[in-house]
Nanobody
Framework: QLQLVESGGGLVQPGGSLRLSCAAS????????IGWFRQAPGKEREGVSC????????NYADSVKGRFTISRDNAKSTVYLQMNSLNPEDTAVYYC???????????????????WGQGTQVTVSS
């Protein structure tokens, strides 16, 4: 069974950077598209970014374009989310999620994903 574990969250000042990691086990990561989602207090969960199974296709929410970069290292069974120029609006619990796919693309809808990590807190505050 696919298991995902996020790490790398924490407290950072506005303008700072963090790199989140999503470590996968229990399956071959090459067959799965991975998405990053976030949920702020009182708000619905939203898609942040996703990456296709081979890394050839990525998508980003408009709010993070140009600031966040998603990447993957299938040999290490890990997907990363590099977050730069963070602002308080980025404060949320960040989740990674996976879905098996034969397609060379990925989607940003949470209902497209079957496996979820437990989340990692990101707080942007001075």
């Amino acid at each position: 069974q696919l298991q995902l574990v996020e790490s790398g969250g924490g407290l950072v000042q506005p303008g700072g950077s963090l790199r989140l990691s999503c470590a996968a086990s229990g399956f071959i990561l090459d067959y799965y598209a991975i998405g990053w989602f976030r949920q702020a207090p009182g708000k619905e969960r939203e898609g942040v970014s996703c990456i296709s199974r081979n890394g050839g296709s990525t998508n980003y929410a408009d709010s993070v374009k140009g600031r966040f970069t998603i990447s993957r290292d299938n040999a290490k069974s890990t997907v990363y989310l590099q977050m730069n120029s963070l602002n308080p609006e980025d404060t949320a619990v960040y989740y990674c999620a996976g879905t098996w796919t034969s397609q060379a693309m990925c989607g940003m809808g949470q209902y497209e994903y079957d496996y979820w990590g437990q989340g990692t807190q990101v707080t942007v505050s001075s």
